[in-house]
């Protein structure tokens, strides 16, 4: 009986983390590509130096990460932060433009869901293992 229900239980945990990515999958809209000013102006809001990092999205799929070294008025400047080699790019070229401040708050959180979760399941795996 026992055996059956935390059967159940880990049935329906699986499919309930099925459902939610689904979810969040359907959530997610096809943005389209922002303007030239748009771009600007998130550039010019992360600023220029080593602190102004981001990574930027290019309409051929090609994404650059660094720091704004330089902006200007059809062009800036991406340094990658570990070689140190400068990247120009055209404010027409870019898809999107991604501040890189850290780790999010969410980001956080879905981290320690996941190990909750995992040692949850760890913990009914252990119990099952010594049932026999």
Aim: net charge positive; hydrophobic share 45%; aromatic share 4%.
């Amino acid at each position: 009986m026992l055996k059956r229900n935390l059967a159940w239980l880990i049935a329906g945990v699986l499919l309930l983390g099925q459902a939610s990515q689904l979810a969040v999958a359907g959530q997610k809209e096809d943005k389209q590509a922002p303007s030239v000013e748009t771009v600007k102006v998130q550039v010019a809001k992360l600023g220029v130096g080593a602190k102004a990092k981001a990574t930027i999205r290019l309409k051929n799929g090609a994404n650059t990460k660094g720091y704004v070294a330089r902006a200007g008025e059809d062009d800036f400047v991406m340094r990658d932060r570990k070689t140190d080699t400068p990247t120009t790019i055209r404010y027409a070229d870019v898809a999107s433009v991604e501040a890189n401040k850290g780790h999010s708050t969410a980001k956080h959180v879905g981290i320690g869901v996941g190990i909750g979760v995992g040692a949850f399941l760890a913990t009914i795996l252990i119990i099952l293992a010594h049932l026999d």
